[in-house]
């Protein structure tokens, strides 16, 4: 992973190191991250985590977890332990600030009756459209409720029936009574509470009004004694709305900041697609490792470090960007490539047979189980008469250039032989089935120098392969920016996925899922949790080919 104190400062740190400075906030750095459990959490989110933990660690502070549960009728408990198992999977810790917006309803509730006393809130009768129908446009300005003038009286006795359930759904809202000229829309006359009778994941039916996110977030963050409340750029028009809550009572006042979002390509971020993607069958949940959801990504095989490291590479600014999806492939590849055993499995396998081999022997050969970790030490692999290969590896008549098996030609076995095609079997419609082979004895960890042989390719033997379900993923979206296709769902790739079945060398038999392995030559892969005694499963994490590297020697 890249060092952080190798580069400069984003302008996050730089506020908050001069705030620091100046003697501000105490000394104290308190951010927290504040997800709604309506959905999973996606490679969006691992940014705002990235910040929101990241910054108070470096200042000597503390991130709280809140989960603004405000919105009882997309909200489930699921949710809210797979947001904590994800988190704690990204490598960060909330340790005794678990929080919810919905232990503060009652204090919420209290100061909205304040905020009536004080005429600054008033119940409002006009319908969702009515209200939008008032609140005007960019450039006109909205028009005031009939109801914005009730006196204090009136909108306490209604604010007060409205919480013990007397009115229907939509019938009446609590509203901010702030500027209905406002050049800026927020400010007129938000929303505060609306009614929902439906019952929510942790107070059950105590409420029948719940506040806008609004109202609860900023009023949330000063409950916590929150120093920066850091979000994404959409919520930059939000903030004086955020100040001018806070500023209405004698409570502590946070600072919001805005940071530009993650965005990636051949992704998209809105978990309310995502629902989409899931409920419609697209996908065979949010752990799916074609969804760019952190227990998806987990399920592919990519780990939390190269996470927080392509996060680190993107940075912190205010600027929107589109960050290329090969970034994130490459800094997978960099760590998997210093942590990742090398195996050898064979996806789409063809029968060769080495005619002057011993029938029956087998033979134990060593291989290196990573060239970059010598303390990974080495593994025995069994070598017998007749082996696996991939179909790829040989052609009947090969073009200029071909440097694997072909008749007449010679190659390396990877850890083993060099061989040569003498021949090949054929089925009754003229397809090869079997590679007719002879091997050199004196070739066995030879020095390939010794020998100018330019083709290595990997095998295992057909006697003690364990059969495998490999499962090879691509983009879900063949568009690179399938959000801005009016039909986003014609942008979903038919071939996302592919099924072989192939064969592993036996050191992988006993693999347990989560387990990541290079298959020599063809990729990075991870052992699935479908994967059951005797039915081995893995899926592709990533091919080796490294495009990013390509990316950036031509940008340079």
């Known amino acids: 992973m890249s060092d952080p104190e190798s580069r400069a400062p984003d302008f996050i740190r730089t506020i908050v190191a001069e705030e620091l400075a100046a003697g501000k906030w105490g000394g104290k750095v308190i951010t927290r991250f504040p997800p709604e459990p309506n959905g999973y959490l996606h490679i969006g989110h691992a940014k705002a985590l990235c910040v929101d933990f990241g910054l108070p660690l470096e200042f000597g502070g503390r991130c709280n977890l809140r989960f603004d549960d405000t919105n009882p009728?997309?909200?489930?408990?699921?949710?809210?332990?797979?947001?904590?198992?994800?988190?704690?999977?990204?490598?960060?810790?909330?340790?005794?600030?678990?929080?919810?917006?919905?232990?503060?309803?009652?204090?919420?509730?209290?100061?909205?009756?304040?905020?009536?006393?004080?005429?600054?809130?008033?119940?409002?009768?006009?319908?969702?459209?009515?209200?939008?129908e008032h609140r005007g446009t960019l450039t006109e300005a909205g028009k005031a409720s009939p109801y914005r003038n009730r006196s204090v009286e009136e909108n306490l006795d209604l604010f007060a029936r409205m919480r013990a359930g007397e009115f229907a759904d939509g019938t009446k809202t609590l509203r901010a009574k702030i500027d209905m000229a406002s050049p800026n829309i927020n400010l007129r006359d938000p929303v505060m509470y609306r009614i929902r009778h439906a019952a929510h994941h942790r107070t059950g039916d105590k409420w029948c009004i719940y506040p806008m996110y609004d109202w609860a977030h900023g009023q949330s963050d000063s409950i916590e004694g929150v120093t920066h409340s850091l979000c994404s750029m959409e919520y930059e028009d939000h903030r004086p709305l955020y100040d001018w809550f806070v500023e209405q009572l004698p409570i502590h006042h946070p600072r919001q900041i805005e940071f530009a979002r993650l965005n990636v390509t051949y992704t998209m971020m809105s978990k309310r697609k995502l629902l989409q993607l899931v409920n419609d069958g697209v996908v065979a949940g949010w752990d799916d490792p074609r969804m760019p959801t952190l227990c998806g990504l987990r399920r592919r095989g990519y780990t939390p470090?190269?996470?927080?490291?392509?996060?680190?590479?993107?940075?912190?600014?205010?600027?929107?960007?589109?960050?290329?999806?090969?970034l994130l492939e490459h800094c997978l590849r960099e760590d998997l490539n210093k942590r990742a055993p090398r195996v050898m499995a064979v996806?789409?396998?063809?029968?060769?047979?080495?005619?002057?081999?011993?029938?029956?022997?087998?033979?134990?050969?060593?291989?290196?189980?990573?060239?970059?970790?010598?303390?990974?030490?080495?593994?025995?692999?069994?070598?017998?008469?007749?082996?696996?290969?991939?179909?790829?590896?040989?052609?009947?008549?090969?073009?200029?250039?071909?440097?694997?098996?072909?008749?007449?030609?010679?190659?390396?076995?990877?850890?083993?032989?060099?061989?040569?095609?003498?021949?090949?079997?054929?089925?009754?419609?003229g397809e090869i089935v079997e590679v007719r082979c002879t091997y050199d004895p004196a070739t066995l960890g030879a020095n390939p120098t010794d020998r100018k042989i330019k083709g290595t390719i990997h095998w295992v033997a057909a006697q003690t392969a364990r059969p495998a379900e490999i499962r090879l993923y691509d983009h879900?979206?063949?568009?690179?920016?399938?959000?801005?296709?009016?039909?986003?769902?014609?942008?979903?790739?038919?071939?996302?996925?592919?099924?072989?079945?192939?064969?592993?060398?036996?050191?992988?038999?006993?693999?347990?899922?989560?387990?990541?392995?290079?298959?020599?030559?063809?990729?990075?892969?991870?052992?699935?949790?479908d994967t059951k005694p005797g039915n081995l499963v893995f899926n592709r994490t990533v091919s080796l080919r490294d495009t990013w590297g390509k990316i950036e020697k031509q940008e340079g």
């Open 73 to 132: 009728t997309k909200e489930e408990t699921e949710y809210v332990e797979a947001i904590m198992q994800d988190i704690r999977w990204l490598g960060f810790d909330w340790g005794e600030h678990l929080y919810f917006a919905s232990d503060y309803f009652e204090q919420l509730y209290q100061w909205a009756v304040q905020l009536i006393k004080d005429g600054k809130a008033y119940v409002d009768d006009l319908t969702a459209d009515e209200t939008r």
């Open 305 to 326: 470090e190269s996470i927080r490291d392509f996060t680190d590479r993107v940075g912190v600014g205010k600027t929107y960007n589109l960050i290329q999806i090969e």
């Open 347 to 429: 996806l789409r396998p063809l029968k060769v047979v080495i005619e002057n081999y011993p029938e029956g022997k087998v033979e134990e050969l060593d291989a290196v189980n990573n060239p970059e970790d010598a303390a990974m030490g080495t593994r025995k692999v069994p070598f017998a008469r007749e082996l696996w290969i991939e179909q790829a590896d040989f052609m009947e008549n090969p073009p200029k250039k071909y440097f694997r098996l072909a008749p007449g030609a010679e190659v390396r076995l990877r850890w083993a032989y060099i061989v040569k095609c003498t021949g090949v079997v054929k089925n009754a419609r």
């Open 476 to 529: 879900l979206f063949v568009s690179p920016k399938p959000d801005e296709v009016e039909d986003w769902k014609s942008q979903i790739n038919p071939n996302s996925l592919e099924r072989v079945s192939g064969y592993v060398e036996p050191s992988l038999a006993d693999a347990a899922p989560g387990n990541r392995y290079q298959f020599e030559r063809t990729g990075y892969f991870c052992v699935d949790p």
